[in-house]
């Protein structure tokens, strides 16, 4: 809700988050182990973004060590949190105002935007809506040269891509460079019960970057009462997110996700699901003919 153009949080939204555990999560990000969305809480994908983190770093840092995780983020890049001034860019948009479920309604539209500066902002910056928005509770974020709270996760892997293991049971990526160094890791939905995901070592054939999507009835899932073919449009909230990275099995790949608070919480129809940040990382280092094994 919003009251005079101000968002209005619900306290509830911040319960439970902590700000120590929000700047472990972007000490995390910032080595290449991502925990999924900066959302202030413990869990599953903080835990194994720790151990990816020790592999990479060679460390062996403790989720509770708040002075040894304090004098990482020093080396790393300073401060787990660094103000940002909002653009008009930002808050032009365009933005649509909201994104159906049903697919039949998702094909009429022209694009599959953010719905909100928020989202937006929260993508942009790793991090859970909702906590972005608990963070800057006096925010307008609607209001260009508003100054915001946001995460400072650094820069983005860049070293090359030789090898990817899509771990089922960890619900983890990882990314290997040539000489079998973890160089990055990042907390995947893969598959289900009803539409499994391949298995056995697979390659990249392709990456497509802002990629519309073929809904197929007949070779997929089936959605609603949709029973024809329907190209969806390509946008952040599509249903492969914001990139397609396809493997050589044909209607399957590693893509982005509409919903990046749901990573390694929730099923897929049969793919590997990664946050939208998360797969445009791995995009721009990995490239056609790198294998994806799969393992249980």
Not at 12 to 35: F, H
Not at 96 to 117: C, F, H
Not at 268 to 294: M, Q, Y
Request: charged share 20%; with cysteine; aromatic share 6%.
């Amino acid at each position: 809700p919003k009251i005079d153009g101000k968002i209005v949080v619900d306290p509830s939204l911040s319960l439970g988050a902590r700000q120590e555990v929000a700047a472990l999560q972007v000490l995390l990000d910032r080595a290449g182990a991502s925990p999924g969305v900066v959302d202030g809480r413990f869990g599953s994908n903080v835990d194994k973004a720790l151990a990816a983190y020790n592999e990479i770093t060679g460390s062996n840092l403790r989720s509770t060590d708040v002075v040894g995780i304090q004098a990482a983020l020093e080396q790393s890049g300073g401060d787990a949190f660094a103000s940002y001034n909002i653009t008009p860019e930002d808050a032009a948009g365009p933005y649509v105002a909201s994104v159906p479920e049903d697919y039949g309604q998702k094909a009429q539209l022209d694009r599959l935007s953010y719905t909100s500066v928020t989202e937006a902002l929260a993508e942009r910056f790793h991090m859970d809506e909702n906590y972005l928005k608990a963070l800057n509770p006096e925010a307008n974020f609607n209001r260009p040269g508003t100054i915001i709270k946001v995460a400072n996760f650094g820069r983005l892997v860049a070293e090359p891509v030789a090898r990817i293991i899509a771990d089922k049971g960890k619900k983890q990526v990882r990314a290997y460079d040539a000489s079998g160094k973890l160089i990055a890791a990042y907390p995947a939905t893969i598959g289900s019960a009803d539409t499994p995901s391949p298995t056995g070592t697979h390659a990249v054939s392709r990456v497509a970057l802002d990629p519309n999507y073929t809904y197929n009835p007949n070779i997929n899932f089936k959605q609603g009462e949709n029973n024809k073919i329907l190209t969806i449009p390509p946008g952040p909230n599509g249903p492969v997110g914001s990139v397609w990275i396809a493997l050589d099995k044909p209607t399957y790949g590693i893509h982005g996700t509409p919903d990046p608070s749901k990573i390694g919480k929730t099923e897929s129809h049969g793919c590997v699901r990664l946050t939208n940040w998360d797969a445009r990382e791995l995009a721009k280092i990995v490239s056609p003919g790198v294998t994806v094994e799969f393992i249980d």
